[in-house]
Nanobody
Framework: QVQLVESGGGLVQAGDSLTLSCAASERTFSPYGMGWYRQAPGKEREFVAAITWSTGAPFYSDSMEGRFTISRDIDKNTVYLQSNSLKPEDTAVYYC?????????????????WGQGTQVIVSS
């Protein structure tokens, strides 16, 4: 079972930028896709962004207003989430997830492996 370890969270001010990282433990890591989700206090977990590992093609939640950018470094087995113009409502625990299934063009993601999350707090 692959382990995913998020890092980069913390306390920031509104308007700041922040980059989260998620590193996979396996030496040979080739998922179909990686994703970022977040869960704010008292709310359900919501999708933020995803990326197809082999192609680097990104996908974003429409509700994120273009303030988030997902990327990956294949050599480091790491996926990143860059966030800009952070708002207090972005306060949440951010989780990364992996879809370890086979690559099929156009297949929807199915994230079955999850990290423990990293807390982001945005103060006003």
């Amino acid at each position: 079972q692959v382990q995913l370890v998020e890092s980069g969270g913390g306390l920031v001010q509104a308007g700041d930028s922040l980059t989260l990282s998620c590193a996979a433990s396996e030496r040979t890591f080739s998922p179909y896709g990686m994703g970022w989700y977040r869960q704010a206090p008292g709310k359900e977990r919501e999708f933020v962004a995803a990326i197809t590992w082999s192609t680097g093609a990104p996908f974003y939640s429409d509700s994120m207003e273009g303030r988030f950018t997902i990327s990956r470094d294949i050599d480091k087995n790491t996926v990143y989430l860059q966030s800009n113009s952070l708002k207090p409502e972005d306060t949440a625990v951010y989780y990364c997830a992996a879809d370890l299934g086979v690559f099929v063009v156009g297949r929807p993601y199915s994230f079955g492996s999850w990290g423990q999350g990293t807390q982001v707090i945005v103060s006003s």
